[in-house]
């Protein structure tokens, strides 16, 4: 073999051992990669069952305070439960004192509260009446909403619950705090009973409907893959869903807690997901070894070491593009952001199945594009606002038009709530409106609507004409708007408590740009009361309609 032969069977060699010693090294930055969209596919899910764990507290904190809390505390109050001189009524009697006109005390309601309880909070004593109820268990009640009821802002004084993990007192409480003339308490009192008995209330809130986006699940049975565990502040169990006391797939790593508010005992709703969970949320569920894959990348040539690379380079960008964009936006962004990621990552890495897959990610990314779409206009007008330099151009226009259009391009946000939009025309209305103007007070209002009232709700939006405005209204079928709050849902930044506290997520500058708006058009906004939910009207000038 001649010195130049040699010299290229060794370069040869030394070629092939390099190419082995890279597309090893790639093979090893592969996994890392695979290994590190497993970890983002599997916070993705945690995220999911956490959305889950809040949907399921919000909707607990519903049925406790409008089905159970609110008939059995207002009926003791009319029975002068806060009076400490007065006779203390028992739970079964309690529908003798219901007005007729507040309708009955629903039945899961008195079959839960065992006993009634007043606290006079300047003595500690307490008095109970009905079932028997052991001193260990009234001396629990005592210390527990003296100390509650001290920690508490006055905020949280008007409704609470406790619940007990004590030894021997498996009961639970709920509380109406009476004050005095300086906001000072008095006096509480309420029901309580064993806390047993409220797991037909838990079964009841998670009925309510799906407790993840119909988006993500599409047609498949939630209640197959998502199971709840309720627990109490000590770490007892109150209640489990039956998923997880028959799934065989545990143990359960993909879950999600929810702490409740303090006031509302500080239960933890937790969220579990079964291994099968990520072949629905997750288009080809999460990815599988791809050890045989890169053993066979042993054996390609160099153009195959070279397209690993540009692959390599593509999640390396697509990483980087990942982490500043989520870096910048706010926690508002944050659902819709992930879920077109997740899918449009799919797409790009070809993980599809089936053309259905495919079109079913298209579609998901869509509605998000839409939703995000109409945050960012909020803070565009939000910020030409805050600048000054806000400015419209009206034009007569056909309302009617107008708002077909509009609910036609919000109807795939409707659709994920199951939301049915309706449309009242009392007649033929023309207005001097800037389009786009108009467009986003719609959707801001429609956009509300959907966001706070329930699934499956008739959203009604109307015009007619009064005078020389152009009346448009939207009426939903949520818990309406308090009196005390009509006026300070359109300032900057103000949102209830009560949806804090539920985690509904906004930024608080939906309606006042609503106002805004309608005042640059010469008109106003306001919200008034319905025989079912919230009624928002907008008022802009009409204009004559041509002959």
Known sequence: MSTRERFSKALAVSLLGLTVLVVGALAYQAIDAARSHRTTAENVLKDYATLAAEQFAQRFAQVLSYRIANPLLYSLYLADADDVDAELIAPAFLPDYRPERAGPIPDEALAIAAYSFRLDLATSEITVAGADVPPETREWLADTLTHRIGSLDKTDWQIGAVFSARTGIPDFGLYRVRTDGDENPIVAYGVGGPSSSLEPLFALAGSYGPLLPSSLTGEAEEERFVGILVGGALGDTLYMSDLLGTAPTGPYALAGGFRMDEALGSLLIGAALVNDAAETLIIGGLPASRVPLLIGLLLLTVCLVGAAFIVLNR????????????????????????????????????????????????????????????????????????????????????????????????SPLARLKS???????????????????????????????????????????????????????????????????????????????????????GTG???????????????????????????FVISVPAAKIPA
Do not use: C
């Open 419 to 505: 939301v049915t939009i309706e449309t009242v025309v009392e007649e033929k209305v023309i207005a001097h409106i800037d389009r786009s103007a108009m467009q986003q007070m719609l959707l801001n209002l429609l956009d509300n609507a959907t966001k706070y009232g329930p699934e499956g709700q008739t959203v009604t939006i109307g015009i007619k004409r009064e005078a020389a405005n152009a009346i448009i209204w939207v009426r939903d079928e949520g818990p309406g708007i308090a009196p005390q709050d009509r006026e300070q849902i359109w300032e900057r930044f103000w949102r209830r408590d009560e949806d804090r506290k539920a985690g509904i997520t």
């Open 315 to 410: 999640e390396y960008e697509l990483a980087r593009l990942r982490a500043d964009f989520v870096s910048g936006v706010s926690h508002e962004l944050r659902t819709p952001l992930a879920q077109i990621r997740m899918f449009a990552e799919t797409l790009l890495l070809g993980r599809v199945r089936t053309e259905t897959e495919a079109q079913r990610s298209l579609n998901i990314i869509d509605q998000e594009a839409r939703r995000l779409t109409h945050l960012v206009e909020n803070l565009l007008y939000f910020s030409r606002s805050e600048k000054g330099v806000a400015n419209i151009a009206p034009e007569p226009t056909d309302l009617e038009a107008l708002i077909r259009e509009t609910t036609e391009g919000f």
């Open 509 to 535: 500058i939906g309606l006042s740009v609503v106002r805004e708006l309608a005042l640059m058009h010469g008109g106003d906004a306001w919200v008034e009361a319905a025989s079912s939910g919230a009624k």
